[in-house]
Antibody, heavy 119, light 113 residues
Framework: EVQLVESGGGLVQPGGCLRL?????????????MHWVRQVPGKGLVWVSR????????TSADSVKGRFTISRDNAKNTVYLQMNSLRAEDTALYYC????????????WGQGTMVTVSS | DIVMTQSPDSLAVSLGERATINCKSS????????????LAWYQQKPGQPPKVLIY???ARDSGVPDRFSGSGSGTDFTLTISSLQAEDVAVYYC?????????FGQGTKLEIK
């Protein structure tokens, strides 16, 4: 089955860190860009970061640059989001997503993992 | 960054009636070399991730009912549901993927009148 499964979310204090994981299955993982998108419950979608198939190219939103790092392990079919110096405004549901067909729009999403930054 | 603005923020339509959602981008998302608009529409139901409905502004994704259609070019786009069904109650988002960062509209909540 083609799917993405996120894990690693939880409650963390401001200034703390967390590593999210997204395990992929059912497709040739190393062929595809992987993205993280976040959503504050009840609010809109915000793109966070992306990484290319071999991990040589990454891009992140200005709001997380210098604090979040995206990486991947193609042997484990997993993409990661290392989140440091967390702030209250990083509280959100974090989705990993990709596009398997060459049309650019995200056609595969995980169910998301919730990150809550609070003291 | 390209700003995506949807209208209206919420919409109530009777079953069987037409629903129209608009999306405007702060700059053109039409790529001249291939004449494609890098614009997608997503549907998100409560407790679920978004689901792509439309890509390239007007191409319906596999399995999406034909009552959903997308139109527009450049900076102005429309998602139309020709005959609203109960299962269409959701929040709808437009997204541009013309440039990085890709950006989403604020969402339009669609309800039954």
């Amino acid at each position: 089955e083609v799917q993405l499964v996120e894990s690693g979310g939880g409650l963390v204090q401001p200034g703390g860190c967390l590593r999210l994981s997204c395990a992929a299955s059912g497709f040739t993982f190393s062929n595809y860009w992987m993205h993280w998108v976040r959503q504050v419950p009840g609010k809109g979608l915000v793109w966070v970061s992306r990484i290319n198939g071999d991990g040589s190219s990454t891009t992140s939103a200005d709001s997380v640059k210098g604090r979040f790092t995206i990486s991947r392990d193609n042997a484990k079919n997993t993409v990661y989001l290392q989140m440091n110096s967390l702030r209250a405004e990083d509280t959100a549901l974090y989705y990993c997503a990709t596009y398997l067909r060459d049309q650019g729009a995200f056609d595969l999403w995980g169910q998301g993992t919730m990150v809550t930054v609070s003291s | 960054d390209i700003v995506m603005t949807q209208s209206p923020d919420s919409l109530a339509v009777s079953l069987g009636e037409r629903a129209t959602i608009n999306c405007k981008s702060s700059q053109s998302v039409l790529y001249s070399s291939n004449n494609k608009n890098y614009l997608a529409w997503y549907q998100q139901k409560p407790g679920q991730p978004p689901k792509v409905l439309i890509y390239w502004a007007s191409a319906r994704d596999s399995g999406v009912p034909d009552r959903f259609s997308g139109s527009g070019s450049g900076t102005d786009f429309t998602l139309t549901i020709s005959s609203l069904q109960a299962e269409d109650v959701a929040v709808y988002y437009c997204q541009q993927y013309y440039s990085t960062p890709c950006t989403f509209g604020q969402g339009t909540k669609l309800e039954i009148k």
